[in-house]
């Protein structure tokens, strides 16, 4: 195990997919998050998140706004690393390769998982670094007091986005292994995080009663939720309080289980050619 886990961890560490990935959601919840909203205030405009005012954009705020992204389009990146990961080995055709060096496939498989979800709390913390230096930013530009969430509130909100964030990246690597491929599973992937699940709850469940109450049970709705539950802004995209913060985590932790299971049950039955 903690040779699979090793070698996976430089193989990641090495791709520059990986980098890449990492680049664009910190830029993508640097800018969303804090260029677009002061530049907003700062020049008097009217807009999208035009409502996120100043305060709102100070260090007491960092939690909310660093889970703010993860629930649609941050998830959206670690769904794709998640991919990346697993899928790779059938799109160079390694898995043969890298089974007769001795390890299961299920040992594989794990040392996967446990470099996602390392690799998510990487992602979850650089945001939270990202954040609380753009937020002292705009303090002091408006020259505001500093004032930082609790220790706890730190804490949970890192624990939650990195629920949350690893979640997704199991999403994706389930969706590999079921596919056996790349392109598939990241095109599938993106199309259900960023328009089925978007419309069904912007569209379908205002009109319907039952996919209303069928949202409760979905992991993008419940990870909207978790984020809402811990301060995150209600005008991000997938953020909307659908169930209470505690059912919320309790749901998303239930989809990793059951993602990351899944997966390894496929990958023992199948082939991997």
């Known amino acids: 195990m903690s040779r699979s886990f090793s070698a996976e961890l430089v193989k990641l560490v090495r791709r520059p997919a990986t980098w890449l990935l990492l680049g664009i959601t910190l830029a993508l919840s640097l800018i969303f998050t ?9 020049g008097g405009t009217d807009g999208p998140n035009t409502d996120r005012t100043l305060p709102a954009m100070l260090p007491d705020h960092l939690v909310g706004n660093s889970l703010g992204g993860l629930p649609v389009f941050l998830g959206a990146i670690l769904l794709i690393l998640g991919v990346l990961t697993v899928g790779g080995e059938y799109a160079w055709g390694t898995w043969k390769t890298v089974l007769t060096q001795g390890p299961t496939r299920l040992q594989v498989y794990a040392g996967k998982l446990l470099v996602l979800a390392v690799a998510a709390l990487a992602v979850v913390l650089a945001v939270f670094a990202v954040g609380a230096v753009a937020s002292v930013l705009v303090a002091s530009a408006e020259a505001q007091p500093v004032r930082w969430p609790s220790a706890g509130d730190l ?20 969706l590999a292994v079921a596919l056996r491929a790349v392109a598939l599973p990241v095109g599938l992937g993106l199309v259900w995080m960023l328009a089925v699940q978007n419309l069904l709850a912007a569209i379908a469940a205002p009109l319907v009663d039952w996919v209303a109450t069928a949202q409760e049970g979905l992991p993008g709705p419940n990870a909207g939720s978790l984020a809402a539950a811990l301060g995150a802004p209600g005008d991000t995209p997938g953020v909307a309080a659908v169930v209470g913060g505690g059912r919320a985590a309790l749901v998303v932790a239930v989809y990793l289980v059951v993602f990351a299971s899944a997966g390894a049950a496929l990958l023992r039955r199948r082939d991997i050619g």
């Open 34 to 42: 804090y260029v677009f909203p002061y530049a907003g205030v700062a």
């Open 155 to 174: 804490l949970t909100g890192v624990g939650a986005g990195w629920l949350i964030a690893t979640m997704w990246a199991m999403l994706g690597a389930v």
